[in-house]
Nanobody
Framework: QVQLVDAGGGLVQAGGSLRLSCAAP????????MGWFRQAPGKEREFVAA????????YYAESVKGRFTISRDNAKNTVYLQMNSLKPEDTAVYYC??????????????????WGRGTQVTVSS
């Protein structure tokens, strides 16, 4: 198990930007495949983005392609989600997730065994 601490959410106007971070203190962070998911009220938790241990493989949901960027700094045990051109439909609680080793099912919640507590992102129109 790895503890994940996600942060950086807030209230922003449509068109604005936010950067989320997810820290995993005290672990060999580079062994973990990392993902971001989000859950809007009354909806299922959905995949947003994922990144492998080296950052060489990156995946995005179609709804965020071209607007969001996932990255990681293994020296700081941290993964980031830069969110630009935010829309009201991006409003959700965003969760960081981790799994030991790689996966091809990066879009599936069941592929991840470790989750952060979530950080609220609210985009006003």
């Amino acid at each position: 198990q790895v503890q994940l601490v996600d942060a950086g959410g807030g209230l922003v106007q449509a068109g604005g930007s936010l950067r989320l971070s997810c820290a995993a203190p005290g672990r060999t962070f580079s062994n973990y495949f990392m993902g971001w998911f989000r859950q809007a009220p009354g909806k299922e938790r959905e995949f947003v983005a994922a990144i492998n241990w080296s950052g060489g493989s990156i995946y995005y949901a179609e709804s965020v392609k071209g607007r969001f960027t996932i990255s990681r700094d293994n020296a700081k045990n941290t993964v980031y989600l830069q969110m630009n051109s935010l829309k009201p439909e991006d409003t959700a609680v965003y969760y960081c997730a981790a799994r030991y080793g790689s996966t091809t099912y990066y879009y599936n919640r069941a592929s991840y065994s470790n989750w952060g507590r979530g950080t609220q992102v609210t985009v006003s129109s």
